[in-house]
């Protein structure tokens, strides 16, 4: 069996710690390397080697990837949408220089995989509301979205263009309670756990029937590793794979928190955010990642809520000394 080194780049972010730390346990500790342009996330913090590196710097990349002996990167660095519509072009420099730093690395250096995730983001008005198929009308209203789409075909294109076996999927908002969110339109619905378990009440950023597609980070981890580690010949999709596990609006995550905490209370002032919220699907049909590698989720609102309050009540605990 072939040895493989694996790059994560953005390692310090939301998903890159939990995603890091789960394939340190496939992989062994040393032959996955995080990377990131802030500090190591105090959880990365002994559990394997770290570099500090700005992705953007193409040479520097270029260095490590041969230094370290990299086979696979795992490229999680952007900009999300929430920040994304403040500064424009950065987003767009960001989101679309690193992908095509980390491809033609991949092609110079025969990697034998790349993972670059997408986003519901690619989403915008024109495409249908409910049930969101993989293949629809496409037209993203936001500078993250554009980005994620552009990215999708440059995927594509490297992978029949040049061989390259890059895979990706298009995240719902994500849930986790290890590590804080990246300034997304779907983190109300981490927000909301902090201030239930710390101040007991909640000002929500979006209106409270404002429906979005969300997963629980364990099973976005899953996700990722099984698209990553399936069989090439049963990936179709060379752009980015729907997946979807539950869907919910800030009035029903909230309802699901009150049967733990009767006294949570929330407020709604919808912001900047609503617009980009309301130009996203409220579902998604992931109809073709199910039949082509077998995808399916562990946790609904309930499961996921129940675990969230559990877990991060323990890690506010700890954090706060008690
Ligand atoms: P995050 O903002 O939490 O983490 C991104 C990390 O990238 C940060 O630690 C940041 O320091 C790092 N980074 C930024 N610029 C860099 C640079 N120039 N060089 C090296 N590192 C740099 O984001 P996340 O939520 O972990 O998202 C990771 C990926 O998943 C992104 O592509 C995002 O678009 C995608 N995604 C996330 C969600 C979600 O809900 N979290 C949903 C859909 C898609
Ligand atoms: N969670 C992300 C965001 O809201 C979606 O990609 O930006």
Same mark, same amino acid.
């Not at 998604?284 to 199910?290: K, P, S």
């Given at each position: 069996m072939i040895k493989e080194r694996i790059l994560v780049i953005g390692a310090s972010g939301q998903i890159g710690v939990e995603l890091t730390l789960a394939l340190r346990k496939i992989y062994g500790n040393a032959n996955v390397i995080a990377s990131d342009l802030r500090e190591e996330n105090d959880l990365l913090k002994g559990t394997g080697p770290y570099v500090s590196m700005d992705v953007m710097n193409?040479?520097?990349l270029h260095v490590q990837v041969i230094r370290q002996g990299i086979t696979q990167i795992y490229l999680l660095a952007a900009i999300l949408s929430a920040t994304g519509e403040k500064n424009p072009h950065l987003?767009?420099?960001?989101n679309m220089q690193s992908l095509l730093n980390v491809l033609d690395i991949a092609k110079e250096e025969n990697l034998h995989k790349v993972y670059w995730p997408s986003s519901i983001a690619v989403f915008g008005p024109t495409s249908p509301k409910q049930n969101c198929p993989q293949q629809t009308i496409i037209e993203p209203t936001t500078v993250y979205g554009i980005s994620k789409y552009a990215g999708?075909?440059?995927c594509n294109y490297y992978h029949h263009r040049y061989g390259i076996d890059v895979r990706s999927l298009r995240y719902p908002g994500l849930i986790s309670y290890k590590s804080?969110?990246?300034?997304?339109?779907?983190?109300?619905?981490?927000?909301?756990f902090h201030e239930a378990l710390e101040e007991k009440k909640y000002k929500c950023f979006l209106r409270e029937d404002t429906y979005l597609?969300?997963?629980?980070?364990p099973d976005a981890i899953r996700a990722t590793i099984e698209l990553m580690e399936a069989d090439a010949s049963k990936i179709s999709v060379r752009t980015s794979y729907n997946i979807s596990a539950m869907s919910f609006s800030p009035k029903e995550i909230a309802a699901a928190i009150q049967k733990?905490?009767?006294?949570?209370a929330v407020s709604y002032k919808p912001d900047y955010r %609503?617009? @980009?919220? !309301?130009?996203?699907? %409220?579902? @998604?049909? !992931?109809?073709?990642?199910?039949?082509d590698w077998g995808w399916k989720e562990e946790f609904a609102l309930e499961r996921m809520v129940k675990d969230m309050l559990e877990n991060l009540g323990n890690q506010l605990a700890i954090d706060n000394g008690q």
């Open positions: 193409k040479e520097m987003a767009w420099s960001l999708e075909f440059w804080a969110p990246g300034a997304g339109t779907t983190d109300y619905a981490v927000e909301i597609p969300m997963m629980y980070m733990h905490i009767p006294a949570f %609503q617009p @980009i919220a !309301d130009s996203w699907p %409220q579902s @998604i049909d !992931d109809t073709v990642a199910r039949k």
